[in-house]
């Protein structure tokens, strides 16, 4: 077992911490107060390659490992979420989806544009629509619907709480084909954004993750091409949760970000605040919050690093995605209070930080899989 990071991880690293800091830190409060979506940011990642990290090249991706996606997600994580969640669905719910069970000419028309982050000197991203108002975490009982009229199919529905919903030039749509064979009758569609018959709605006003783009979307007699299809007929359920997989480690890395992130500032203040004569790192009640706090954000940061490293190696890593995914968003739920916590009075006002990353916690133990839902996965899959 070899712990050590190598040269391109570092790199990585490197360049990841370098981006955030330069480019997200700066505005990172006035984007979340005004619910701003990072465009500038995000058209750097693309430039960086940090749209279609684990792409092959050969489709405009930086063909990287998963455990380099990992470590680009918890450094940007650590300062802006709403980056890192527009970053993380296109890498892998996106890019990855369409790299795994996309044609040929589907991977050459919308994976290499996706991928690169760009198409025509503009951004070019995707989204990936699974949710509705009735189908969450119950995924499988989906109320769109795609009828086949022979060459196209006739889509119809709401999706909603769809990141990048309006920014997106490329939609990943799941939608029931034939509702008498339930998951089994559900495919999933390469839509346009600009398709005739697509409404996007009002952006949510939400309590974190505010400059991320979050919308409903819906469909009225949308005609989607028959080669839009993805995969064969009925196979749309096992391709969301598939992806699903794989975006799990995606946000179980960004909950270690907001947690390190919430961490290091903690520590940073405790050694610069005084109180009782001397600096608060060196009252027992301060410093017992920061051991707990490194011991778990490691214990995330292992987690996450194995479920990645059990992707790369072609394991089945359905279980340890879904381990990470909860263990990581509960660390960065807990590790962003503490901090709050060490920060006293400070730690409540925006300039500190702290309660924007406290807020942006709350998400990663509800989307990509609810933490209840990562149990079912687990408890299902220890238990077979
Ligand atoms: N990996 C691979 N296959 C899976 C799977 C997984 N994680 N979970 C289920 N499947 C397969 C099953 O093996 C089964 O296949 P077979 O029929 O061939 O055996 C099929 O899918 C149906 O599964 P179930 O019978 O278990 O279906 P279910 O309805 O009982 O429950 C569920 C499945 C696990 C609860 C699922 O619905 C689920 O994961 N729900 C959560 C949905 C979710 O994560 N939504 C996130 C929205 S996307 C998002 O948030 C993106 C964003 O913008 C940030």
């Known amino acids: 077992m070899d712990f050590n990071l190598t040269e391109e991880q570092l790199m990585i690293q490197r360049a990841a911490r370098e981006f955030a800091q330069q480019q997200c830190l700066p505005g990172v ?42 470590i680009a997600m918890e450094e940007i994580s650590k300062v802006d979420a709403s980056v890192s969640v527009a970053m993380s669905v296109n890498n892998s719910l996106v890019c990855w989806g369409l790299e795994h ?4 000419e589907q991977k050459k028309k919308y994976l290499t544009p996706l991928a690169q982050g760009k198409k025509d000197g503009a951004l070019y991203i995707g989204a990936f629509l699974l949710s509705e108002p009735e189908a969450g975490s119950d995924a499988s009982h989906q109320h769109t619907s795609a009828i086949d009229k022979g060459d196209h199919y006739l889509l119809n529905g709401v999706k909603n709480w769809i990141t990048n919903g309006s920014t997106s030039s490329v939609y990943l749509v799941m939608a029931q084909t034939d509702a008498s064979k339930g998951p089994k009758g559900i495919n999933a569609f390469i839509v346009e954004k600009n398709t005739p018959g697509i409404l996007v709605g009002a952006k949510e006003n939400k309590l974190g993750i505010r400059g991320s783009d979050t919308h409903a979307v819906s469909f009225m007699d949308v005609k989607v091409p028959k080669e839009n299809r993805i995969g064969a007929d009925g196979f749309g359920f096992t391709f969301a949760m598939k992806t699903l997989n794989g975006g799990r480690i995606g946000i179980a890395a960004q909950a270690l970000g907001i947690a390190s992130g919430a961490y290091e500032l903690a520590l940073a203040y405790s050694k610069q605040r005084q109180s009782f004569g001397k600096p608060i790192h060196e009252h027992q009640a301060i410093q017992f919050k920061l051991a707990e706090m490194a011991t778990r954000i490691q214990s995330a940061r292992l987690i996450c690093y194995h479920a990645a490293w059990e992707k790369d190696n072609g394991l089945d890593y359905t279980t340890s995605a ?63």
């Open 322 to 384: 879904a381990m990470a995914k909860l263990h990581a968003s509960d660390t960065a739920m807990w590790a962003a209070t503490e901090a709050v916590q060490v920060h006293g009075g400070y730690g409540f006002v925006k300039e500190y930080h702290v309660e924007r990353l406290m807020r942006d916690a709350k998400i990663t133990q509800i989307y990509e899989g609810t933490s209840e839902i990562q149990k079912m996965v687990i408890g299902r899959n220890i238990t077979k």
């Open 29 to 70: 409060i006035e984007r979340d107060e005004h619910q701003k979506f990072p465009k500038e940011q995000m058209e750097q990642l693309a430039d960086l390659g940090f749209l279609g990290m684990m792409a092959p090249t050969e489709y405009g991706g930086a063909g990287m490992d998963t455990i380099s996606y990992v």
């Open 101 to 104: 069970y996309a044609t040929e």
